[in-house]
């Protein structure tokens, strides 16, 4: 890309050294240690890091450009904008090309469920003869049995996430399922994107240290359905206490779909039952019924599947072939994963006092009647701190017996953090402590018989634990088996 082009696309407030500069813009930057000959450095002003700091050493690693803030004592071109992270997202969707126009790309956003929910949509795809690519939590991946690469963010910073849909344009891949987060949203990382659908999953407390307030929460979501055109869609979770809210920022013109159990919807459930194999339910769709039987448990996973169901419906993929792959699925890794039998060891992400309460209600049906449910948890450090206690009166109120521990406690005091969450019991005479989450699970390991159910939540997937300022291996899933069953 050459600076003319950049220029002439980009709002900008003075130009600093531009005078004889003839390079080509080899590539877009925000970290200077990454940072490549003939790269163009953009300067991002962040929570905790400011990028104008690290410009100089950007340069000595090759940067010919600077695109910044403020003007720096650098003899390098630099290029003065209001806000850097803006201009990111402008100048990587203009060095691929805009790709995502060249692609029909499907958002998916909400709390709880964007993982399972973008899954079910590319196997969905997949089943029609349709190429899917996925982006989200566990990473990307071209097709639903390919691995998983890069899961830095749910949502890739603009760079990264522009050079993505890039590559699945070259591959001749036509659908993308993305994980939209509300991070991604109000940092401009999606910006420019351009979405043929968008599909709500729920909004329940999550993420206030970042976003402050509920409000400022909703309309970080709400962006991803303002920016829907006249042929778009999208699917909104109707049972939700932010419907409304949702479909009154979409544009009249754009196809609107609902799905739900409670409320009348275009896509509903009724008449479900749960059992040690699965839910059941009739499926309501525009008026006509099926019988859906799946392999995953949980009224939560009845809600992903009629949002995949709806998707389905919003691109005239057939519905028949659709309810039957969806039977055929088991799950998502670390998604109401069952891990052990006998107990019956379950590994959750849940990490929100929503996507706890539903796992245990899920655990709770499950639960031989001689069965206790136990629940073993934490909460994250350096996050939002008001759900702690929330967590706790609900693992107090659905679980028989609660083990609190130690989940990413980051910069704090694990103890203070198992402090917060106790503060929501009304009584602690049910509850052990133990801060190592490697000997918490032991401590569930002695307190299971083989009719129990363990929940092991907030961690799901994730293979680390990250203590201080060190990060080290821990998998929930590699714990369980080799405590539980000696792997």
Same mark, same amino acid.
């Given at each position: 890309?050459?600076?003319?082009?950049?220029?002439?696309?980009?709002?900008?407030?003075?130009?600093?050294?531009?005078?004889?500069?003839?390079?080509?813009?080899?590539?877009?930057?925000?970290?200077?240690?990454?940072?490549?000959?003939?790269?163009?450095?953009?300067?991002?002003?962040?929570?905790?890091?400011?990028?104008?700091?690290?410009?100089?050493?950007?340069?000595?690693?090759?940067?010919?450009?600077?695109?910044?803030?403020?003007?720096?004592?650098?003899?390098?071109?630099?290029?003065?904008?209001?806000?850097?992270?803006?201009?990111?997202?402008?100048?990587? $969707?203009?060095?691929?090309?805009?790709?995502?126009?060249?692609?029909?790309?499907?958002?998916?956003?909400?709390?709880?469920?964007?993982?399972?929910?973008?899954?079910?949509?590319?196997?969905?795809?997949?089943?029609?003869?349709?190429?899917?690519?996925?982006?989200?939590?566990?990473?990307?991946?071209?097709?639903?049995? !390919?691995?998983?690469?890069?899961?830095?963010?749910?949502?890739?910073?603009?760079?990264?996430?522009?050079?993505?849909?890039?590559?699945?344009?070259?591959?001749?891949?036509?659908?993308v399922v993305m994980e939209v987060?509300?991070?991604?949203?109000?940092?401009?990382?999606?910006?420019?994107?351009?979405?043929?659908?968008?599909?709500?999953?729920?909004?329940?407390?999550?993420?206030? !240290?970042?976003?402050?307030?509920?409000? $400022?929460?909703?309309?970080?979501?709400?962006?991803?359905?303002?920016?829907?055109?006249?042929?778009?869609? /999208?699917?909104?979770?109707?049972?939700?206490?932010?419907?409304?809210?949702?479909?009154?920022?979409?544009?009249?013109?754009?196809?609107?779909?609902?799905?739900?159990?409670?409320? !009348?919807?275009?896509?509903?459930?009724?008449?479900?039952?749960? $059992?040690?194999?699965?839910?059941?339910?009739?499926?309501?769709?525009?008026?006509?019924?099926?019988?859906?039987?799946?392999?995953?448990?949980?009224?939560?996973?009845?809600? $992903?599947?009629?949002?995949?169901?709806?998707?389905?419906?919003?691109?005239?993929?057939?519905?028949?072939?659709?309810?039957?792959?969806?039977?055929?699925?088991?799950?998502v890794a670390g998604r109401f994963?069952?891990?052990?039998?006998?107990?019956?060891?379950?590994? #959750?992400?849940?990490?929100?006092?929503?996507?706890?309460?539903?796992?245990?209600?899920?655990?709770?049906?499950?639960?031989?009647?001689?069965?206790?449910?136990?629940?073993?948890?934490?909460?994250?450090?350096?996050?939002?701190?008001?759900?702690?206690?929330?967590?706790?009166?609900?693992?107090?109120?659905?679980?028989?017996?609660?083990?609190?521990?130690?989940?990413?406690?980051?910069?704090?005091?694990?103890?203070?953090?198992?402090?917060?969450?106790?503060?929501?019991?009304?009584?602690?005479?049910?509850?052990?402590?133990?801060? !190592?989450?490697?000997?918490?699970?032991?401590?569930?390991?002695?307190? /299971?018989?083989?009719? #129990?159910?363990?929940?092991?939540?907030?961690?799901?997937?994730?293979?680390?634990?990250?203590?201080?300022?060190?990060?080290?291996?821990? #998998?929930?899933?590699?714990?369980?088996?080799?405590?539980?069953?000696? #792997?």
């Amino acid at each position: 890309m050459r600076l003319r082009t950049l220029i002439d696309n980009i709002d900008y407030l003075d130009l600093v050294n531009i005078e004889g500069f003839y390079n080509e813009i080899e590539g877009i930057s925000y970290n200077s240690k990454q940072t490549k000959n003939d790269d163009v450095f953009v300067c991002l002003t962040g929570e905790h890091v400011d990028g104008h700091e690290f410009a100089e050493e950007a340069v000595q690693n090759g940067a010919c450009l600077c695109i910044v803030e403020r003007k720096l004592t650098l003899d390098i071109p630099q290029i003065v904008v209001s806000n850097t992270t803006e201009a990111l997202a402008k100048i990587s $969707n203009l060095f691929y090309s805009s790709p995502s126009s060249k692609l029909n790309l499907i958002g998916v956003t909400g709390t709880n469920g964007k993982t399972t929910v973008t899954h079910l949509i590319q196997k969905l795809y997949e089943a029609a003869g349709e190429k899917c690519a996925l982006i989200g939590t566990l990473g990307n991946k071209m097709f639903s049995d !390919d691995s998983y690469h890069d899961a830095k963010h749910t949502t890739p910073q603009a760079p990264e996430l522009q050079k993505l849909f890039y590559e699945i344009h070259e591959k001749n891949i036509p659908n993308v399922v993305m994980e939209v987060s509300s991070h991604a949203l109000a940092q401009h990382r999606v910006d420019y994107c351009e979405f043929n659908g968008a599909v709500l999953t729920n909004l329940t407390q999550d993420h206030l !240290d970042f976003h402050i307030t509920m409000n $400022n929460y909703f309309k970080a979501k709400a962006k991803l359905f303002e920016d829907l055109y006249s042929d778009d869609f /999208a699917v909104i979770n109707n049972d939700d206490n932010y419907a409304e809210r949702f479909k009154e920022v979409i544009n009249p013109k754009t196809h609107l779909y609902t799905y739900g159990i409670k409320n !009348d919807a275009d896509v509903k459930a009724e008449n479900i039952s749960f $059992n040690d194999k699965g839910a059941s339910f009739t499926c309501v769709i525009q008026g006509k019924k099926y019988d859906v039987n799946l392999k995953m448990n949980g009224m939560f996973s009845v809600y $992903n599947v009629l949002a995949a169901i709806t998707t389905a419906l919003a691109v005239n993929l057939d519905i028949e072939t659709s309810i039957k792959t969806l039977e055929s699925i088991t799950g998502v890794a670390g998604r109401f994963e069952i891990i052990v039998n006998k107990p019956t060891v379950i590994v #959750d992400y849940a990490h929100t006092p929503d996507g706890l309460e539903n796992v245990l209600n899920a655990a709770r049906e499950i639960t031989p009647e001689d069965g206790h449910l136990i629940c073993l948890f934490g909460c994250g450090g350096d996050r939002d701190a008001t759900k702690r206690p929330k967590m706790g009166a609900i693992a107090e109120k659905l679980a028989d017996k609660v083990i609190v521990t130690s989940d990413n406690p980051r910069s704090e005091d694990p103890q203070q953090i198992i402090t917060d969450i106790l503060a929501g019991f009304k009584s602690v005479s049910n509850v052990l402590v133990e801060p !190592d989450r490697e000997l918490a699970i032991k401590e569930a390991y002695k307190l /299971a018989n083989a009719n #129990d159910i363990v929940l092991v939540a907030g961690k799901g997937h994730e293979d680390y634990q990250i203590l201080a300022n060190e990060t080290i291996h821990f #998998d929930d899933r590699e714990k369980v088996r080799e405590i539980f069953i000696g #792997d």
